[in-house]
């Protein structure tokens, strides 16, 4: 079945150390984003890429970096930059916006 | 820039009772509209979504919401809640122009009780 994947589902950080989130998709989209949700704050945009090789910021990129070699890989970087990690992170591709987007199951970053 | 407002961070109702989740959006031209659910710990599952033509939209699990443009307004609806409508939902709106991407509401979280 068409989808995305990511992983780990829970990862746990020390203060201090980058950590890198799994995004895989398997429906063709040329279009990938990154969402960090926090309580009552709703889906904050990271950062997005429309096309393999090209990324742009998104609302909240500072403390996080991203790279997208193939269109269907676009893994986040969580820095040791990012001064408050802890947080519920989504991915989501989509292709056509008459289709919407669709997301993957998240990750859960805790620092410890 | 569009942005998405949703009243009420939590709404509860009664099993069986009316769904009433408010969404209010600022654009400047026709948006694209959407509803997605997320119950807990997994990611969003898109309800439904208005594009063009009619204003009224019918999803899945029973819900519908209709465009109004003079209200600016794309409230979600239920006739009857059941229990296994419980979880969180959120409204976005699709950004105009070059920069493709979805704003989202706060979120409201439905209650539903027996």
């Known amino acids: 079945d068409g989808g995305i994947t990511q992983s780990p589902k829970y990862l746990f950080r020390k203060e201090g150390q980058n950590v890198t989130l799994s995004c895989e998709q398997n429906?063709?989209?040329?279009?990938m984003y990154w969402y960090r949700q926090d309580p009552g704050q709703g889906l904050r945009l990271i950062y997005y890429s429309q096309i393999v090789n090209d990324f742009q910021k998104g609302d909240i990129a500072e403390g996080y970096s991203v790279s997208r070699e193939k269109k269907e890989s676009f893994p986040l970087t969580v820095t040791s930059a990012q001064k408050n990690p802890t947080a519920f992170y989504l991915c989501?591709?989509?292709?056509?916006?008459?289709?919407?987007?669709?997301f993957g199951q998240g990750t859960r970053l805790t620092v410890v | 820039a569009q942005s998405v407002t949703q009243l009420g961070s939590h709404v509860s109702v009664s099993e069986g009772a009316l769904v009433l989740l408010r969404c209010n959006y600022s654009s400047s031209v026709p948006p694209y509209l959407f509803w997605y659910v997320q119950y807990p710990n997994q990611g969003l599952q898109l309800l439904l979504k208005y594009t063009t033509g009619a204003t009224l939209v019918k999803g899945i699990n029973g819900f519908e919401a209709e465009f109004k443009k003079s209200e600016t307004s794309f409230h979600l609806t239920k006739p009857s809640a059941h229990m296994s409508d419980a979880a969180e939902y959120f409204c976005?709106?699709?950004?105009?122009?070059?920069?493709?991407?979805?704003?989202f509401g706060t979120g409201t979280r439905l209650q539903v009780t027996l």
């Open positions: 976005a709106v699709k950004h105009t122009g070059t920069a493709s991407k979805l704003t």
């Open positions: 989501a591709s989509n292709e056509r916006w008459d289709t919407g987007a669709f």
């Open positions: 429906l063709n989209h040329d279009a």
